[in-house]
């Protein structure tokens, strides 16, 4: 049985910081590439980071520079440091995997999100 489960969302002021987390079970975490991605109110889902089986790291160019996501395979969960928060980072937070080292294959199990309220 499959989950994902984020938390660390929040409200915070512009300029802030927030932390995301998302434990993860069910499946063998570090054959998986991992990945954040956001929807926001009238807005389609975006990505926003994501981290291959081999620690490579890619940024949306929204938030290159600000956010930095991680991955702790002994613990099976997915992070998402947020620095700098501004408005427009305003959504629901969602992580999601898909099978393979190498992030070429769809993201297919997801979880429920958790929400990030920037002001």
């Known amino acids: 049985h499959v989950q994902l489960v984020e938390s660390g969302g929040g409200s915070v002021q512009a300029g802030g910081s927030l932390r995301l987390s998302c434990s993860s079970s069910g499946f063998p975490f570090t054959e998986y590439c991992l990945g954040w991605f956001r929807q926001a109110p009238g807005k389609e889902r975006e990505g926003v980071a994501r981290i291959d089986g081999y620690g490579t790291r890619t940024y949306s160019v929204s938030v290159k520079g600000r956010f930095d996501i991680s991955r702790d395979n002994d613990n099976n969960i997915l992070y998402l440091q947020m620095n700098s928060l501004r408005p427009e980072d305003t959504a629901m937070y969602y992580c999601?995997?898909?099978?393979?080292?190498?992030?070429?294959?769809?993201?297919?199990?997801w979880g429920r999100g958790t929400q990030v309220t920037v002001s």
């Open positions: 999601a995997a898909a099978l393979g080292y190498g992030c070429s294959s769809d993201f297919s199990y």
